[in-house]
């Protein structure tokens, strides 16, 4: 059973560029939850998605970032115009459906804005 | 919304040594409390685990303790060894959303020969 599979592992955008991360949940999991790490900091909550559904989008900055889980393929964070601001290490966790079920995280794409 | 405060931020101790960490929550209605262990470049990985209806919680060398009158929580590792060394991520949730955590700011552990 694969684990969370995120791509690319490495991105480097110039500035203004449009940056796209994917993320495939684990077999049998419907819920994903994307974090952002930056350096030497802890992991903050960005959104919480299932399928077609945006269910929490509290920690989602309010411009330029968008993200979506849809039907059929993996999720997408997409970061539109980025700037350095945005390098940073961005993390995608899976659960099964159903309450308090522990979260599986993906090996991270790592952003660098250039 | 929900605030973790973890503590110390690095820890130094001999390999065989005991590491202790802390970690305190605003959130009274957070129910679930994780511990993951994050090497360089790599992903957290969840190492242990516990809910507000227990207390304690052991795994071999590593043990959680929960206090929910105090909101605060403690990672134990006993018998440190070298391939402890990592940053260590206290983190909370509230009811029915495991998955959607608050995290601490990570404590940076080092075990020296």
């Known amino acids: 059973n694969a684990g969370v599979m995120q791509n690319p592992r490495h991105l480097v955008r110039r500035r203004g560029q449009e940056a796209r991360l994917r993320c495939s949940p684990m077999?049998?999991?419907?819920?994903v939850y994307w974090y952002r790490q930056l350096p030497e900091e802890g992991l903050k909550f960005m959104v919480y998605?299932?399928?077609?559904?945006?269910?929490?989008e509290s920690g989602m900055p309010k411009e330029r970032f968008s993200a979506e889980f849809p039907k059929e393929g993996p999720s997408i964070l997409r970061i539109q115009q980025v700037v350095r601001g945005d390098s940073a290490a961005y993390f995608c966790?899976?659960?099964?459906?159903?309450?308090?079920?522990?979260?599986?995280f993906g090996q991270g794409t790592r952003l660098t804005v250039v | 919304g929900e605030n973790v405060e973890q503590h110390p931020s690095t820890l130094s101790v001999q390999e065989g040594d005991s590491a202790v960490i802390k970690c305190t929550y605003s959130d009274s209605a957070s129910n679930y409390f994780p511990w993951y262990k994050q090497e360089l470049g790599k992903r957290p990985q969840l190492i242990i685990d516990i809910r507000s209806n227990v207390g304690e919680k052991k795994d071999q060398r590593i043990a959680v303790t929960l206090n929910k009158t105090a909101k605060h929580f403690s990672l134990h590792i006993t018998e440190t060894q070298p391939e402890d060394s990592a940053v260590y991520f206290c983190a909370a949730s509230e009811p029915g959303t495991a998955s959607k955590l608050t995290f601490g700011t990570g404590t940076r552990l080092q075990v020296t020969l």
């Open positions: 966790a899976s659960s099964r459906q159903g309450k308090d079920t522990e979260a599986f």
């Open positions: 998605l299932q399928k077609e559904n945006i269910i929490d």
């Open positions: 077999k049998g999991h419907s819920h």
